[in-house]
């Protein structure tokens, strides 16, 4: 039974422990911000819509990793750490309430964008201030902290608080300038101070967040069809967008995650911490992208087929919502493919074909039926998951 003191303490995590129940619940909060991510470019399915949404994603995804980072090395299920997340939880909900209203502020209310941004810093503040307290002894860390302070957390702020102020494309490019000091800033800083004491918890971390993405992507196959009636059609291409997003999940739980893991294991001290920043921070973000990316597309393409009084069979997808099927593909391809380049593995060059083939099949996809498009993307998806698994295969008895 835990004191009074233990309950009101940060507690260490030890090499081996592996996700709790805590962090679990953690993510719910953040099933939904992706969902609204998918709203806000469906509601306007337009290249500076979907910009804004990928930087709404980015400034999401920070707030994540931040606390997977800490979930490392302090127990999210024991002492004051639980207390931190439930607060998170609370100041995020209220990140992704907002995130409808964050380019097209709405009457009536508090100010969208600027409550976004409010909370958006009480969360990277909150971060800073459990890692101190997590280790008050450690003067290397301290220092890591305010560097991070200066250059990754304080001067996007100030940039996200100007954009909050300004609407259309000056704030784009505002909070898009924030986005990009952020991530630099994150490198920057380097890895001193930063620690991974259990690979496997920090591997199955991420693995639950593309989890969220990919349920999420099958919510926006559902979300498409409601209202309308169940016909053979639109069960075909429900079926069809399920098939992608297994085809996803295969690459990435078979291939993509477990030669990771196996790579970061091994190694110690900074130079672990420098592995896991690249592969799960920074290029585990594209794979949520891509995946949110080609839910915009599926979720167009079962509304198109499943609203038979608007659009006809024959018709194909529009705009962005075109590339958006394909393309986001081809960004979590691209992504798988540059996590095994970092991991030192072999080129995957099925992957990087694949994912540049999706990229600019867009244009294809506004000259066919939606429903083929989607058809032949699951097709494709599938063989190139079947290609790469063979490569693979043949790699390692050579």
């Given at each position: 039974?835990?004191?009074?003191?233990?309950?009101?303490?940060?507690?260490?995590?030890?090499?081996?422990?592996?996700?709790?129940?805590?962090?679990?619940?953690?993510?719910?909060?953040?099933?939904?911000?992706?969902?609204?991510?998918?709203?806000?470019?469906?509601?306007?399915?337009?290249?500076?819509?979907?910009?804004?949404?990928?930087?709404?994603?980015?400034?999401?995804?920070?707030?994540?990793?931040?606390?997977?980072?800490?979930?490392?090395?302090?127990?999210?299920?024991?002492?004051?750490?639980?207390?931190?997340?439930?607060?998170?939880?609370?100041?995020?909900?209220?990140?992704?309430?907002?995130?409808?209203?964050?380019?097209?502020?709405?009457?009536?209310?508090?100010?969208?964008?600027?409550?976004?941004?409010?909370?958006?810093?009480?969360?990277?503040?909150?971060?800073?201030?459990?890692?101190?307290?997590?280790?008050?002894g450690d003067?290397?860390?301290?220092?890591?902290?305010?560097?991070?302070?200066?250059?990754?957390?304080?001067?996007?702020?100030?940039?996200?608080?100007?954009?909050?102020?300004?609407?259309?494309?000056?704030?784009?490019?505002?909070?898009?300038?924030?986005?990009?000091?952020?991530?630099?800033?994150?490198?920057?800083?380097?890895?001193?101070?930063?620690?991974?004491?259990?690979?496997?918890?920090?591997?199955?971390?991420?693995g639950l967040i593309v989890i969220i993405a990919l349920g999420e992507s099958i919510v926006a196959i559902g979300v498409g069809v409601s209202g309308y009636p169940v016909t053979a059609v639109v069960l075909t291409a429900a079926v069809a967008g399920l098939l992608v997003v297994a085809g996803l999940w295969r690459l990435y739980f078979r291939q993509v995650s477990e030669a990771a893991e196996h790579r970061l294991a091994p190694l110690e001290g900074d130079a672990r911490t420098r592995l896991g920043r690249d592969v799960y921070t920074f290029l585990h973000l594209p794979l949520v992208a891509g995946v949110v990316l080609a839910a915009l597309g599926m979720k167009k393409t079962l509304h198109q087929v499943a609203d038979t009084k608007h659009y006809a069979l024959s018709e194909p997808?529009?705009?962005?919502?075109?590339?958006?099927?394909?393309?986001?593909?081809?960004?979590?391809?691209?992504?798988?493919?540059?996590?095994l380049l970092r991991t030192g593995g072999r080129r995957p060059d099925t992957l990087i074909a694949g994912g540049l083939g999706c990229l600019v099949a867009g244009a294809a996809v506004a000259l066919i039926p939606a429903l083929v498009a989607l058809g032949l993307l699951a097709a494709a998806v599938t063989a190139l998951v079947v290609l790469h698994a063979r490569a693979a295969r043949v790699d390692v008895t050579a």
């Open positions: 039974m835990a004191t009074g003191s233990e309950r009101s303490r940060m507690i260490a995590a030890e090499d081996g422990h592996r996700v709790t129940p805590a962090e679990l619940f953690f993510d719910l909060v953040f099933v939904y911000a992706i969902t609204q991510v998918t709203a806000l470019m469906a509601a306007d399915a337009t290249p500076q819509r979907v910009l804004g949404a990928m930087i709404v994603l980015a400034l999401l995804w920070w707030c994540w990793c931040c606390f997977a980072w800490l979930g490392n090395v302090v127990r999210a299920d024991s002492g004051a750490l639980f207390a931190v997340l439930v607060a998170v939880m609370a100041v995020v909900l209220v990140v992704s309430l907002t995130v409808p209203e964050v380019f097209s502020d709405r009457s009536g209310g508090l100010p969208g964008p600027l409550v976004f941004v409010l909370c958006y810093g009480a969360v990277r503040l909150l971060h800073l201030v459990s890692y101190w307290i997590a280790h008050p003067l290397v860390l301290h220092a890591t902290l305010r560097r991070t302070a200066l250059l990754s957390v304080g001067p996007p702020f100030v940039l996200l608080l100007i954009g909050s102020a300004l609407t259309g494309r000056r704030q784009l490019l505002v909070w898009l300038g924030a986005v990009v000091i952020d991530y630099v800033g994150i490198f920057v800083t380097g890895a001193s101070g930063w620690r991974i004491t259990s690979p496997g918890h920090f591997a199955e971390r991420h997808l529009h705009g962005v919502a075109a590339w958006a099927l394909t393309g986001g593909v081809g960004v979590f391809l691209l992504g798988a493919a540059a996590i």
